[in-house]
């Protein structure tokens, strides 16, 4: 087993060299033990397989008996068992020994597609400082899958780095949650959200909310201004109180420009902790 794309792993590397790992290149983990009869059938299949694809994916195999944390954390009831990570998730898993035929399909299924290649090039590009190479290989991507997240992703971040909201907003829209890009892209959405509403007048806005307490139009204008000009915590109240006075004000907008903000600070933000709670309290009264 001199192969480096067939590893031993443990307790004390497994984050490392699977989960870690997983983010550039697919693993996959075989939870085995050297008195089980079926596990000394499957692990040969699976190291075969691993030296045809020569690096395509790595094999790791666990021993349960000296990584009892890892079977339990992992929830390895029977052996062997077998767990594949793609971008430090768990994507696929079986139980017991499987034929050859099955194993193909389940390796072929986690490697790589063409658009996958094309997107991850993309990235290699972008990271190089080469926006037109780049958006290449997004494009190239997106035309084998349209819905393809890190092509999606990459080309929205293109967009937005040249200042096209509106075009980043369409690519990152269609990014479904549940996928690796969907945390940034959610983030970056609202981002672009929040930065279009930085034209207007905030002297005017305030005369406006002054003269008319009730103009919920303006306190969320108002409160959309403040939260373009990172002026965050005035803009979380503006657009609370908007609420309070008009809770569906056209279409949530208030609602909505709060969310975006708590997407943009982050769950753990004490701004993030005191507003969610008070949002909660004044739609549900």
């Keep these: 087993m001199s192969a480096a794309w067939i590893v031993d792993v443990g307790d ?6 699977v989960v870690e790992r997983s983010r550039t290149t697919p693993v996959v983990v075989d939870f085995w033990a050297p008195w089980c009869g079926p ?3 499957l692990g040969p299949l699976l190291e075969r397989l691993a030296d045809q694809h020569r690096g395509a994916f790595v094999l790791a ?3 349960v008996d000296r990584n009892p944390a890892l079977a339990q954390a992992f929830q390895v009831r029977s052996i062997p068992a077998v767990k594949a990570f793609r971008d430090a998730a768990l994507v696929a898993e079986f139980e017991g020994a499987q034929p050859e035929s099955v194993l193909r399909r389940f390796v072929e299924a986690l490697l790589p597609s063409d658009a996958d290649r094309a997107a991850q090039a993309g990235e290699a590009a972008a990271a190089a400082g080469d926006p037109t190479r780049a958006e290449e290989r997004f494009r190239a ?3 084998l899958d349209p819905r393809h997240p890190g092509a999606s992703l990459g080309l929205g971040r293109l967009h937005a780095a040249r200042g096209e909201a509106e075009q980043a907003l369409e690519c990152l829209d269609g990014i479904g949650p549940g996928t690796p890009a969907s945390a940034e892209a959610a983030r970056l959405a609202a981002s672009l959200r929040t ?3 930085g ?3 905030e002297g005017e806005l ?3 909310v002054e003269a008319d307490p009730g103009d919920a139009a303006a306190r969320v204008e108002l409160g959309r201004l403040l939260a373009a000009r990172g002026q965050h915590e005035a803009a979380l109240e503006a657009l609370l109180e908007a609420i309070r006075r008009d809770p569906h004000h056209a279409d949530d907008a208030a609602r909505r420009a709060m969310l975006d903000l708590f997407e943009i600070l982050g769950p753990e933000h004490p701004l993030t902790q005191r507003y969610r709670p008070a949002l909660a309290r004044v739609l549900f009264r």
Excluded: H, I, N, Y
């Design 199 to 201: 034209g207007g007048d």
């Design 195 to 197: 930065g279009q509403a």
């Design 206 to 208: 305030r005369r406006r």
């Design 61 to 63: 195999r666990v021993d």
């Design 39 to 41: 596990c000394r059938v």
């Design 12 to 17: 004390a590397d497994f984050e490392r060299e």
């Design 141 to 143: 991507a997106l035309a």
